[in-house]
């Protein structure tokens, strides 16, 4: 089966900073990817689909880019509410996995 | 509204059985693939089972042999049998849409597998 690997598990940035989250797959999974976001006590929300397409209602400081084996998830400016654990996915093929995920907090 | 509605989590034995079902309403579950995925306390995100509109299954490894997804069509409801149940299935689980990758999730139902 195809692992994913995140990094790093944790976090800490200040409100205004660039922050990037990798995930490394461990096959060619093309751009069946995608990023989670999950605030604390909450349901897992979809930010990041097909790698870079980002989904519905997100904000736009959110991006994703990457194919292949390797992904990012980047927040342009990090604000308060990007509080969360965000988990990357991917698609391709059963098992769906997840990433381990990578807690952010504020500084 | 698109919503997805868990229900029948509880505490149950080891060794026990539970029947989770998942109520839709503002989308069809035969017309999609739907997903369980669960979340032990304070862990991450584990997918375990989907159904596909064709109505084949597939399982984690951890699922296969006593887990059981399947779908009324008639209720529009999505169901994950579990058996055998040991205390490393103790979580939430999650009710989940997979359209554009898992885009509508339930709120949970918790699992509780202990003596």
């Known amino acids: 089966d195809i692992q994913m690997t995140q990094s790093p598990s944790s976090l800490s940035a200040s409100v205004g900073d660039r922050v990037t989250i990798t995930c490394r797959a461990s096959q060619d999974i093309g751009n069946y990817f995608a990023w989670y976001q999950q605030k604390p006590g909450k349901v897992p929300k979809l930010l990041i689909y097909?790698?870079?397409t980002v989904h519905s209602g997100v904000p736009s400081r959110f991006s994703g880019s990457g194919s292949g084996t390797d992904f990012a998830l980047t927040i342009s400016s990090l604000q308060p509410e990007d509080v969360a654990t965000y988990y990357c996915q991917k698609y391709n093929s059963v098992p769906l996995t997840f990433g381990g995920g990578t807690k952010v907090e504020l500084k | 509204e698109v919503q997805l509605v868990e229900s029948g989590g509880g505490l149950v034995q080891p060794g026990g059985s539970l029947r989770l079902s998942c109520a839709a309403s503002g989308l069809t579950v035969s017309t999609k693939y739907m997903n369980w995925v669960r979340q032990a306390p304070g862990k991450g995100l584990e997918w375990v089972s989907v159904?596909?509109?064709?109505?084949?299954?597939y399982y984690a490894d951890s699922a296969k042999g006593r887990f059981t997804i399947s779908r009324d069509d008639s209720k529009n409801v999505l169901y994950l049998h579990m058996r055998s149940l040991r205390a490393e299935d103790t979580g939430t689980y999650f009710c989940?849409?997979?359209?554009?990758?898992?885009?509508?999730w339930g709120q949970g139902t918790m699992v509780i597998v202990s003596s």
């Open positions: 159904i596909y509109v064709d109505g084949s299954t």
């Open positions: 097909a790698a870079s």
């Open positions: 989940v849409r997979w359209n554009e990758a898992f885009d509508i």
